[in-house]
């Protein structure tokens, strides 16, 4: 199965600015995914992102907001752009794992990155 | 898009107990898992089962596809047990790309 290698696992930010998190995967997949869960809610998809082409938003997810890099197979940042107290979340990429397809698996996740914007 | 309702959304047990969450979805799907939010946020896959039933340890799971509903089994509960227990659906239209429920927050008592 995939290993997922995420970070920072938490971090505390100042409003206004911006934090970077990153996903290295053990093993070469397509697609990677982020996800977003706001303090006491459900996991969100913010967006999908394919290597050697641009990331597909989510309703209600813009670039500008979270740009997203996947320079190669087993690697993919999101940055959380000119944050503000609402964008305090846990923040999780993920990878459908095509070996654990095969042992029947489905999706992998990473730690997580706990935000707190202050 | 396709809907996840997950019931109870709370549970609170005693140590010991048995207990049965359910996770109903409105259409077909390709994949269903079933994941163990821990207090550090960690989500832990338990289940990979879009239909039949799995066991694994104290834990099992069971998918009617044809009925639209999955249901996780836990015995004998431990306090370790604690956290938000979520399901998670790919439906056949959706693409590559999980929905999740709103989870069940499971609390065990010693």
């Given at each position: 199965?995939?290993?997922?290698?995420?970070?920072?696992?938490?971090?505390?930010?100042?409003?206004?600015?911006?934090?970077?998190?990153?996903?290295?995967?053990?093993?070469?997949?397509?697609?990677?995914?982020?996800?977003?869960?706001?303090p006491?809610?459900s996991?969100?998809?913010?967006?999908?992102?394919?290597?050697?082409?641009?990331?597909?938003?989510?309703?209600?997810?813009?670039?500008?907001?979270?740009?997203?890099?996947?320079?190669?197979?087993?690697?993919?940042?999101?940055?959380?752009?000119?944050?503000?107290?609402?964008?305090?979340?846990?923040?999780?990429?993920?990878?459908?794992?095509?070996?654990w397809?095969?042992?029947?698996?489905?999706?992998?996740?990473?730690?997580?990155?706990?935000?707190?914007?202050? | 898009?396709?809907?996840?309702?997950?019931?109870?959304?709370?549970?609170?047990?005693?140590?010991?107990?048995?207990?049965?969450?359910?996770?109903?979805?409105?259409?077909?799907?390709?994949?269903?898992?079933?994941?163990?939010?821990?207090?550090?946020?960690?989500?832990?896959?338990?289940?990979?089962i879009?239909?039949?039933?799995?066991?694994?340890?104290?834990?099992?799971?069971?998918?009617?596809?044809?009925?639209?509903?999955?249901?996780?089994?836990?015995?004998?509960?431990?306090?370790?047990?604690?956290?938000?227990?979520?399901?998670?659906?790919?439906?056949?239209?959706?693409?590559?790309?999980?929905?999740?429920?709103?989870?069940?927050?499971?609390?065990v008592?010693?």
């Amino acid at each position: 199965s995939a290993v997922i290698s995420q970070k920072p696992s938490r971090d505390i930010c100042q409003r206004g600015t911006s934090l970077t998190i990153q996903c290295q995967v053990d093993s070469q997949v397509t697609m990677m995914f982020w996800y977003r869960q706001q303090p006491g809610q459900s996991l969100t998809l913010i967006a999908t992102a394919n290597q050697g082409s641009e990331a597909t938003y989510e309703s209600g997810f813009v670039i500008d907001k979270f740009p997203i890099s996947r320079p190669n197979l087993t690697f993919s940042t999101l940055t959380v752009s000119n944050m503000s107290p609402e964008d305090s979340s846990i923040y999780l990429c993920s990878v459908e794992d095509g070996g654990w397809a095969q042992a029947n698996y489905g999706y992998t996740f990473g730690s997580g990155t706990r935000l707190t914007v202050v | 898009g396709i809907q996840v309702e997950q019931s109870p959304p709370d549970l609170i047990l005693q140590e010991g107990a048995n207990s049965t969450l359910r996770c109903n979805f409105s259409d077909s799907v390709n994949n269903l898992q079933w994941f163990h939010q821990n207090p550090w946020g960690q989500l832990i896959n338990l289940f990979y089962i879009p239909s039949g039933t799995k066991q694994n340890g104290r834990l099992s799971a069971t998918t009617v596809a044809t009925e639209r509903y999955s249901l996780l089994y836990i015995s004998s509960s431990q306090t370790t047990d604690s956290g938000v227990y979520f399901c998670a659906v790919e439906g056949e239209t959706s693409g590559s790309r999980l929905t999740f429920g709103e989870g069940t927050q499971l609390t065990v008592n010693p």
